[in-house]
């Protein structure tokens, strides 16, 4: 299958911001692939530029080597962070998912804004920015899938979890951009 070819070349720890919230919804999905990753340096740490203080000032572009690089650590630490919050035993249980969504949502959203911070090179700009927004996407489909939850509308967990459209996308551009370069330990 051409899917799990393009997937075979991601890194693990990318995969895990778009596929966590697949277990969050109880589709089925496996949850194993995530809590392997390791990282030599998945220290996480304020978004590059954010020392300065300001935001007035547009961040230096980066080579790509360091695009690969800081976004490399963004995802393997955010994946870390994401796999440290505890799972609920029953991915039916809405009364688990509801604690389990929040926290979720609010490490991806980290890890979003902090790849969102990134100057990639003039060249690499718009698939750069077709990343972070299919990024986006997917964490407001987990915003509806805590929204369900918080309605206590079981099928309507299901279905919201079932919705991936963005995994071989997200994917392929992490193939073109060099993220299929990040370490999986």
């Known amino acids: 299958m051409r899917r799990s070819s393009v997937r075979a070349h991601a890194p693990p720890a990318l995969l895990a911001i778009v596929v966590l919230?697949?277990?969050?919804?109880?589709?089925?999905?496996?949850s194993g692939d995530s809590s392997s990753t390791t990282a030599g340096d998945a220290t996480g740490g304020a978004p590059p530029g954010d020392?300065?203080?300001?935001?007035?000032?547009?961040a230096a572009e980066l080579s790509k080597q360091d695009l690969?690089?800081?976004?490399?650590?963004?995802?393997?630490?955010?994946?870390?962070?994401?796999?440290?919050?505890?799972?609920?035993?029953?991915?039916?249980?809405l009364?688990?998912?509801?604690?389990?969504i929040p926290e979720l949502?609010?490490?991806q959203q980290s890890g979003i804004d902090q790849l969102a911070a990134l100057t990639p090179p003039k060249n690499l700009k718009a698939d750069w920015k077709q990343l972070v927004n299919?990024?986006?996407?997917?964490?407001?489909?987990?915003?509806?899938?805590?929204?369900?939850?918080?309605?206590n509308d079981r099928e309507g967990?299901?279905?919201?979890?079932?919705?991936?459209?963005?995994?071989?996308?997200i994917a392929k551009l992490a193939v073109t951009l060099g993220l299929?370069?990040?370490?999986?330990?």
């Open 21 to 30: 919230a697949a277990f969050a919804a109880g589709c089925g999905g496996s």
């Open 51 to 58: 020392a300065t203080g300001g935001t007035t000032s547009p």
């Open 68 to 93: 690969v690089s800081q976004a490399c650590r963004i995802t393997v630490s955010t994946a870390n962070e994401a796999a440290a919050i505890p799972i609920p035993r029953n991915a039916s249980d």
């Open 95 to 100: 009364e688990q998912l509801g604690v389990y």
């Open 105 to 107: 949502e609010k490490v």
């Open 134 to 151: 299919l990024l986006q996407d997917n964490q407001r489909q987990l915003e509806l899938i805590r929204k369900k939850v918080a309605a």
């Open 157 to 169: 967990v299901k279905k919201a979890g079932e919705i991936n459209p963005n995994q071989a996308a």
């Open 180 to 185: 299929d370069q990040c370490a999986s330990g």
